[in-house]
């Protein structure tokens, strides 16, 4: 399968502070890409849909300036967490799809995750 | 009530032993896919479907469009499957059920 790799695997930051998270398709091209957060023992939620080239389509509640999203390449796309505090200390987890994968229009691959904590 | 629905909640088995978890969801859908976290978090993608069944080693994933029902099922369980499988559905968007923490103990 395809491989997804995120950086970083975990990070934490002081109240304030800007996180960047990256995440990359290795060995194929994503036009899109998709963005998740996941408190602990909790599902996945869905946070914004990113469109290589163009702007990134949240979910309902996310705050758009709050989680900057930019999809600037086919292989990568960056989640910001401006201002950061203890509340958004969560696991973020990004997924690309592969439009090669035969009639898997609808396949993800997803990254590793990356876990932050703001004190 | 969520769009997709998982159960078990947790489930605990012998090695050994055929696991069975189901998902069901309320809405039309394009695709299903089954996913499993490891204890780390990583997630990896089992299978996608949109039809019938599918198989790769010891695990096989069913699907009914009719029902709107799936099932995983996990053949000879090894601790090693001790993990959270999320069923997801694709929408517009993809719909997560709330996973299955499974334990397989030797």
């Known amino acids: 399968g395809a491989v997804v790799s995120q950086h970083p695997s975990r990070v934490i930051c002081k109240s304030g502070t800007s996180v960047k998270i990256e995440c990359r398709s290795l060995d194929f091209q994503a036009t899109t890409m998709f963005w998740y957060r996941q408190f602990p023992k909790k599902s996945l939620m869905l946070m914004a849909t990113s469109n290589e080239g163009s702007k990134a389509t949240y979910e309902q509640g996310v705050e758009k300036d709050k989680f900057l999203i930019n999809h600037a390449s086919l292989t990568l796309s960056t989640l910001t967490v401006t201002s950061a505090h203890p509340e958004d200390s969560s696991f973020y987890i990004c997924?690309?799809?592969?439009?090669?994968?035969?009639?898997?229009?609808?396949?993800?691959?997803f990254g590793p995750g990356t876990r932050l904590t703001v004190l | 009530k969520n769009e997709v629905e998982q159960s078990p909640q947790n489930l605990t088995a012998q090695e050994g032993e055929f696991i069975t978890i189901n998902c069901s969801y309320s809405?039309?859908?394009?695709?299903l896919h089954w996913l499993q976290q490891h204890p780390g978090g990583g997630i990896v993608s089992l299978f996608m479907l949109s039809s019938g069944k599918k198989k790769h080693g010891r695990l096989i994933a069913t699907i009914n469009i009719q029902e709107k029902h799936s099932s995983l099922h996990i053949t000879a369980s090894h601790p090693r499957d001790s993990a959270v499988y999320i069923c997801a559905v694709r929408i517009n968007d993809m719909r997560f059920g709330a996973g299955t923490r499974l334990t397989v103990k030797p």
């Open positions: 809405v039309g859908i394009s695709a």
């Open positions: 997924s690309a799809r592969d439009p090669g994968q035969g009639f898997s229009y609808n396949e993800q691959f």
